[in-house]
């Protein structure tokens, strides 16, 4: 059990670093309460566990081809950029009224899960973590210890997600409006930032 449960500090530590989707989930968390922030976390979750299957198949290192690395950086600069820039408009029309009209469960879950799949480092990060995860447990464990110790990772990002859907959602209704769109403008922002991250990454694997 102890190494069970170290799989899943192991995955908490994973989800915690800020990124573009702990900034999504917190501007969603904040404009339209915890279950938009809790399906955002959802489709990020469903594009990490297809980056689990690419490293246990051995599909990642198509993915790390420098046509397909471009195309992922430049695809992730738009989808960053977009919603950035979408959340920096919308959140001069932000208000604490639950009666007003929200993004669809299913936009805000494919926004999860595009923001995900578009991001290379999380390609390169899977490939190392789990990677080696899954070369120290072959070597020292069977098959069932392999599936027991992803669930543990995932499990710990799972929790982690819960957590940043409760503490983003209950911002709305700790703070006061101001705040609540100052907040919303700084993750626009954060995503733009990571957009034009991705953007000189995309120019510099197509011009060097």
């Known amino acids: 059990m102890g190494i069970f449960f170290s799989y899943v500090f192991l995955g908490l530590s994973l989800a915690a670093p800020l990124g573009p989707i702990n900034?999504?989930?917190?501007?969603?968390?904040?404009?339209?309460?915890?279950?938009?922030?809790?399906?955002?976390a959802?489709?990020?979750?469903?594009?990490?566990?297809?980056?689990?299957?690419a490293v246990f198949f051995g599909v990642v290192h198509f993915l790390e081809t420098p046509l397909m690395k471009t195309f992922l950086w430049s695809y992730g600069t738009f989808v960053l950029g977009y919603t950035g820039i979408e959340s920096l408009k919308?959140?001069?029309?932000?208000?604490?009224?639950?009666?007003?009209?929200?993004?669809?469960?299913?936009?805000?879950?494919?926004?999860?899960?595009?923001?995900?799949?578009?991001?290379?480092?999380?390609?390169l990060f899977w490939l190392g973590?789990?990677?080696?995860?899954?070369?120290?447990?072959?070597?020292?464990?069977?098959t069932s210890h392999l599936f027991?110790?992803?669930?543990?990772?995932?499990?710990?990002l799972v929790v982690w997600d819960i957590?940043?859907?409760?503490?983003?959602?209950?911002?709305?209704?700790?703070?006061?409006q101001t705040t609540i769109k100052w907040i919303s403008m700084i993750t626009g922002i954060s995503l733009i930032g990571f957009a034009v991250y991705f953007g000189y990454q995309a120019y510099f694997l197509i011009f060097r």
């Open 163 to 176: 957590f940043m859907a409760c503490v983003s959602s209950s911002f709305r209704h700790l703070l006061n």
């Open 129 to 142: 973590i789990y990677g080696s995860v899954l070369a120290n447990t072959i070597h020292k464990y069977d």
């Open 23 to 40: 900034a999504a989930q917190i501007n969603q968390g904040i404009k339209n309460g915890f279950l938009h922030s809790w399906f955002l």
């Open 148 to 156: 027991l110790y992803t669930a543990a990772i995932v499990i710990g």
């Open 90 to 123: 919308s959140s001069h029309k932000l208000t604490t009224d639950n009666h007003r009209s929200k993004d669809s469960l299913l936009k805000v879950f494919t926004t999860g899960v595009l923001i995900s799949i578009s991001n290379p480092l999380s390609i």
């Open 42 to 53: 959802i489709g990020s979750l469903f594009a990490e566990l297809l980056f689990i299957l």
